[in-house]
Structures are given as structure tokens and as C-alpha cells.
């Protein structure tokens, strides 16, 4: 029997675990409600308030899950602070950090059998990165419309000037309707890419976001990261 030695790099904080799967239920709601109040459902019953009372239950549910996304939000920030493993965002500054994301590419296209080792691939920085910019524009255009009704209370002045900056509350729904669609195709690439790596490398990418750690058998290009 071969014997196969591997390394474990504790990465994920707790809070960044309980965010991830947060975030997961949270843009399964957030996208199916937000699609409904976007295109609401035809009811054809005989009592003509059925619509606007569903309507209004599927508004409410979005609007939990946006708080609750939000609240674990935050706790991803604190972990941001706390441990460097969550702190995995690209280089963009280093000439090195396009040579290995070109090196990806390459094995993504399948023109190279394997790419150097990495805690977090250079690709998966920028498409992280990249997400939660979508998620900062989410935030701030539902928010400005949430709080329309109430534009002298403490959410009207906090996020009153996103309306204005785009020019109406239309456009803030514009935006935050298709900034929703781009954060949806960013889950259905990164669940392919997941899987994809936790079969071809083998390396615990699924596991890590349950443990923690990933278990690498060779020393990764970016373990400076957090060492």
C-alpha cells in the first residue's frame, strides 16, 4: 500500500464557514423572491386579495433573508481581521499573480494537465473578489429602495444617495436586478469549479469549508499567505 504524506493548512475561520453557508441560503431565497417580485405570480381565485397578500409574504422573506445575509456579513468582516486565511484576495499588483492565473487558464482550457498548488488559486481571488463587489452593490441599491418610504429614518440618510447617484429608484432596481443574475452565474461556475477540483486534485476543497483546512500534498505557491 502506498503511503501518502499531505500537509494541512488551517485557512477558514468559523466565521467565514458560517457566511459561506449562509450566503448559500440566502441567494437561493433572495433569487427566487426577488425573481417573484420582479415578475409576480398570477393567482386566478375567486377572492381577488389572494395575489397582494402572497405578494406580500414573499417581499417579507426576501427581506429577511437580505437582513440575514447582512448580519452574516458581518461576521465575515470580523473574521477578514482576525485570520489571514480569510484574507485571501488577489495580488493584482504582482506581476507574479498573472503568470500563475495564466497558468490556471491554461489547465482550465485543458492545454496543461495540472497547475502549481495554491491554498486559493489566483483566479478564485479575483472571482472572490469580484463577488463581493456584486454583493457590496446588492446591498447598497436594496437597501436604497427598502428604506424610500422612510428617507428622513436612519437608513434613508445612510443609503438615500445611491437613488440619487444613479438617478431614480428604477435604476437602482436596474442594477440590483441583473447585479443578482451576475452573482448567480458566479454560484453555478464556482459549484462546477468546486467539484471539479475536489476530483481532479483531490486536496479537501469541499471538506474545508465544513473543517476549516485543506490538506495539500505538496507545499503551496501562496502558503506565505498564512504562515
Not at 4 to 29: C, D, N, Q, T
Request: aromatic share 18%.
Amino acid at each position: 500500500m502506498k503511503q501518502e504524506v499531505r500537509k494541512e493548512y488551517y485557512l477558514f475561520s468559523p466565521f467565514l464557514r458560517i457566511f459561506h453557508w449562509l450566503m448559500v441560503g440566502a441567494i437561493i431565497v433572495l433569487f427566487i423572491t426577488g425573481f417573484l417580485i420582479t415578475k409576480p405570480v398570477v393567482i386566478l381565485a375567486s377572492e381577488p386579495t389572494n395575489t397582494p397578500l402572497l405578494m406580500n409574504l414573499v417581499r417579507n422573506i426576501h427581506f429577511i433573508a437580505a437582513f440575514a445575509f447582512c448580519a452574516g456579513f458581518i461576521g465575515r468582516v470580523y473574521g477578514f481581521i482576525i485570520s489571514r486565511g480569510d484574507r485571501l484576495f488577489p495580488h493584482f499588483w504582482k506581476k507574479q499573480y498573472y503568470l500563475d492565473a495564466w497558468e490556471v487558464v491554461q489547465h482550465y482550457i485543458f492545454l496543461r494537465t495540472s497547475h502549481r498548488p495554491f491554498l486559493r488559486n489566483p483566479l478564485a481571488r479575483a472571482a472572490y473578489a469580484g463577488l463581493y463587489g456584486m454583493v457590496a452593490i446588492e446591498v447598497l441599491t436594496g437597501f436604497a429602495m427598502y428604506y424610500m418610504t422612510e428617507p428622513s429614518a436612519i437608513g434613508g440618510i445612510l443609503f438615500g444617495w445611491v437613488n440619487r447617484v444613479l438617478g431614480n429608484e428604477f435604476m437602482s432596481h436596474f442594477v440590483h436586478h441583473y447585479a443578482a443574475w451576475a452573482i448567480m452565474l458566479f454560484a453555478i461556475g464556482h459549484f462546477y469549479l468546486v467539484i471539479r477540483a475536489e476530483f481532479m486534485e483531490g486536496e479537501a476543497e469541499v471538506s474545508s469549508m465544513f473543517a476549516g483546512s485543506k490538506l495539500l500534498r505538496h507545499t503551496p505557491a501562496d502558503a506565505q499567505d498564512v504562515e
